[in-house]
């Protein structure tokens, strides 16, 4: 890996938020514990709270030992010499001095190391309520703390987090607005599932190999599905959940870009534009539904009291700071198309929820039953058990092809099996943490992984088009379900209706 060694200084924005404590420092310090850090790296906290940077150091350093996939102890000199790395600048986020003083701090700790005149690359991340994306951006544009995009000695590059929009208005807002102040090529706008292993796999799995391309068509494939499903509530989210919703939290972003690098055509290669160059035109060839085609192929759900594994969960309604008469879906599953050349007539189905019985993403590629149904035993055999591609994402990593085999004995009667793949039978390594990978390819300056302006708008075109149906048709149910459960009886009834059904995950 190529490693960038000039000193680096990282700004966290929200630092003593949720996301800070349990993923972002810990990954910042697995990048370091591996040597993959630029040499000289500072990382400052930014948020509103008053806090010394003896007190931010002692936070960080408790959410290092909680969280860290290395398990680290407080004395190890690892976290030490890390924690030794970090520094608190309290301010506001609408207010300019505060941004000065961060300026001015950044300046200090640069002197302190690299004398007078020294300069460090800067990266942002502003990890933060979307409402303030802006406002950060244009602050720090007005107090002279981003390099132009041409230096070719220092950069400055932002990775912002998701929920980038509410809707396609308000994602081409802050996109104009951001870019007013930022080039293209230092936004990083960062979805965390395409820094997840399995999924980066997905690539290699389609384009490292020959043997699936031929297949990945229309012509072989009856249908993809993908469910992403969690075990837990909203927990202590209710309010930023109530205002969002399955549809604009997993579908637009996760889901989509699954889809994206499921659909692509081959890029030329493996570089940032190319591979976005790809997955922009499978989100631009979503067909956009009208109202009578959403009341038909989605389905909204909303958990109500019930258990997973044995522990209760009570309903979203009662869950802190969601409105009593909320009518914000908890569970959505879709039946879509993507119209283009290799995918016409090819439906794809997602379904997403909370609350349902167990955490697990997996990916079906369905293949078409063979033309002739040839070992039809009077009804006693299992031909019907179509061949199917399983790429499971999380947890237990592993792909899984199904094909039907004959029983051994006179008749001629098959049965399906499976051949699997598990990573962790192959890979004893841990595998890194998604924003590890993520947040070392911002400082790299590889953008493969990020999502480009047209990605957003393409998702939210889609998703917007889906919502104004709901909203349009306000008659149209939010059907419960009972937690622990796979969702409302409509989202098999929306895949019985095609003659198909759910994988059983
Ligand atoms: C986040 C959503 O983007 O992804 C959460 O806001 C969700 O609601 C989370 O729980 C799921 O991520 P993962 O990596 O646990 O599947």
């Not at 520094?87 to 701090?105: C, N, P």
């Not at 591609?389 to 592993?398: D, G, H, K, T, Y």
Request: aromatic residues 10%.
């Amino acid at each position: 890996m190529k490693m960038d060694i000039r000193p680096t200084t990282i700004v966290i924005f929200g630092a003593s938020g949720d996301l800070a404590k349990r993923k972002l420092i810990p990954a910042l310090f697995q990048i370091y514990k591996e040597g993959l850090m630029p040499s000289e790296t500072k990382i400052i906290g930014f948020a509103r709270k008053e806090m010394s940077d003896d007190v931010f150091r002692e936070l960080m350093q408790e959410s290092l030992v909680k969280f860290s996939r290395s398990k680290p102890t407080t004395d190890s000199d690892e976290v030490q010499s890390f924690i030794g790395k970090l520094y608190y600048q309290q301010g506001h986020y609408d207010d300019k001095s505060s941004f000065e003083s961060l300026a001015l701090r950044v300046g200090e700790l640069e002197k302190e190391l690299h004398g007078e005149d020294a300069i460090s690359n800067k990266l942002y991340y502003l990890s933060t309520p979307p409402q303030v994306f802006f406002n950060i951006v244009s602050m720090l544009g007005q107090t002279g703390q981003i390099a132009d995009y041409h230096d070719p000695e220092f950069w400055t590059r932002v990775i912002i987090e998701k929920p980038f929009g509410r809707d396609l208005e308000s994602a081409v807002a802050l996109n104009n607005n951001v870019r007013s102040v930022l080039h293209e090529s230092q936004i990083y706008r960062i979805d965390h599932y395409l820094g997840k292993e399995t999924v980066q796999n997905i690539l290699a799995f389609r384009f490292g190999n020959s043997i699936y391309e031929p297949l990945w068509n229309r012509r072989y494939i009856d249908h993809v599905q993908i469910t992403v499903a969690e075990a837990g509530s909203v927990g202590g989210r209710g309010g930023y959940y109530d205002h969002s919703g399955a549809l604009r939290d997993m579908v637009q972003n996760h889901m989509l870009q699954l889809l994206a690098l499921i659909a692509m055509e081959p890029p030329s290669s493996f570089a940032p534009k190319a591979v976005r160059d790809e997955k922009v035109k499978v989100l631009s060839s979503l067909r956009l539904y009208n109202d009578s085609e959403i009341k038909e192929h989605t389905v909204r759900g909303q958990y109500a009291t019930g258990s997973v594994a044995g522990k209760k969960i009570t309903d979203f309604l009662s869950e802190k700071d969601v409105a009593p008469d909320s009518r914000t879906e908890t569970f959505v599953a879709l039946k879509f198309f993507v119209d283009n050349w290799r995918w016409s007539g090819v439906p794809f189905y997602f379904r997403t929820g909370k609350a349902l019985p167990k955490r697990i993403t997996e990916i079906t590629i369905q293949f078409r039953q063979p033309p002739l149904a040839m070992f039809d035993n009077g009804g006693d055999h299992n031909q019907s058990t179509p061949n199917q591609l399983s790429i499971r994402v999380q947890p237990n990593e592993a792909i899984r092809l199904r094909f039907g085999l004959k029983i051994p004995g006179q008749k001629m009667i098959l049965q399906p099996n499976e051949m699997e793949f598990c990573y962790s039978d192959v890979f004893q390594a841990e595998q890194p943490e998604a924003y590890e990978r993520l947040i070392l390819d911002a400082i790299l300056g590889d953008s493969t992984l990020f999502i480009r302006h047209d990605e957003v708008d393409a998702a939210w075109t889609f998703v917007d088009k889906i919502l104004n149906g709901w909203s349009a048709q306000d008659r149209l149910p939010v059907l419960p379900y009972r937690a622990g459960t796979w969702g409302p009886v409509a989202s098999d009834d929306l895949m019985a209706r095609d003659g198909r059904s759910w994988a059983k995950l």
